[in-house]
Nanobody
Framework: QVQLVESGGGLVQAGSSLRLSCAAS??????????MGWYHQAPGKQRELVAT???????NYSDSVKGRFTISKNNARNTVYLQMNSLKPGDTGVYYC?????????????????WGQGTQVTISS
């Protein structure tokens, strides 16, 4: 069974940094063979993909976070990270991780596993 546990969120001021972690259980998916993504769900909005990392370390980002966020992973720990710098109030929301099926079309990259509880990020102006 796939289990995803996100952590590292908090309340910070605009311009600050946070580092999120996603601990993933090894199951039919693993970071050695599958891509992982971070999603952002702003209040009252749909969940949106913001970053992906493949098994061979290829990374991609949404335009909204490109240049500010960095996704990385530790295969030995089966953990994925999201370093978030220069945070803006618009980055406020719940952040989720999930294994993903990467598509050349960003909007067609889809999650593969069940969702975890997410971690709340709140940016004050």
């Amino acid at each position: 069974q796939v289990q995803l546990v996100e952590s590292g969120g908090g309340l910070v001021q605009a311009g600050s940094s946070l580092r999120l972690s996603c601990a993933a259980s090894r199951s039919i998916f693993s970071l050695n063979t599958n891509a992982m993504g971070w999603y952002h769900q702003a209040p009252g909005k749909q969940r949106e993909l913001v970053a992906t990392i493949t098994s061979d370390l290829t990374t991609n980002y949404s335009d909204s976070v490109k240049g500010r966020f960095t996704i990385s992973k530790n295969n030995a720990r089966n953990t994925v990270y999201l370093q978030m710098n220069s945070l803006k109030p618009g980055d406020t929301g719940v952040y989720y991780c999930n294994y993903v099926q990467v598509s050349p079309s960003w909007n067609r990259t889809r999650p593969l596993g069940p969702w975890g509880q997410g971690t709340q990020v709140t940016i004050s102006s």
